[in-house]
């Protein structure tokens, strides 16, 4: 898989759009299966097919879906794609915007809602997978350059797993979600 564009957000409309529970895991499915249908996500994600209709259209009209037409087998089939894999904003860019703030509230609630959808299923795991998957956290002194630096170095390293061409060497391969927090706090 090529390396995937990072696309910059600055526009508060476009937060919005991709801050809903449910666009965003549209957003998530597109990136992780490529171009679908409607019908297709909606039972993907258990939504009707016109509600999810509906919410492809604003992430559409925040340039974060387009369609894909030459997918499609008649006119009346319509395939949707994410546009970029990866996408990159700082609270700091929307000082006082209630959107951003809810934006980093859902990216919170999300992260550990998958967090605890693996607690309630691990158990349905072979025992390598439950050994294999982990969680970690530790304490640094760290000045602002050297979070930047950090950030960017983990960063390169998600990308480069998730856009890595998968080796056919037979092993078994679940797709895993990867999520790192750094801020600033105190014991």
């Known amino acids: 898989m090529p390396d995937r564009p990072l696309r910059e957000i600055h526009d ?13 895991r549209l957003l998530d499915v597109l990136r992780v299966d490529g171009p679908s ?18 919410h492809l259209k604003v992430l559409a009209a925040s340039e974060l879906v387009e369609e894909v037409p030459e997918l499609a087998r008649d006119r009346r089939e319509r395939w949707w794609r994410a546009v970029s894999g990866r996408l990159n904003w700082s609270p700091s860019d929307f000082p006082d915007d ?16 998958l967090a605890r959808q693996w607690f309630a299923e691990r158990d349905g795991y072979p025992e390598p997978w439950r050994r294999a998957a982990f969680t970690a956290d530790h304490w640094a002194r760290l000045s602002v350059a050297e979070l930047a630096e950090l ?34 706090g105190r014991p």
């Open 151 to 184: 950030e960017e170095q983990i960063l390169a390293l998600l990308a480069s797993l998730a856009d890595r061409e998968i080796p056919e060497d037979g092993q078994e391969r679940k797709l895993v979600f990867l999520t790192v927090r750094a801020v600033p």
């Open 98 to 113: 209630p959107v951003a703030e809810a934006a980093e509230s859902l990216v919170l609630d999300r992260q550990a809602a």
């Open 37 to 54: 249908t409607v019908s297709v996500l909606a039972g993907k994600t258990g939504q009707a097919v016109g509600n999810v209709s509906h």
């Open 12 to 24: 508060s409309k476009v937060l919005a759009a991709m801050s809903h529970p449910l666009r965003r």
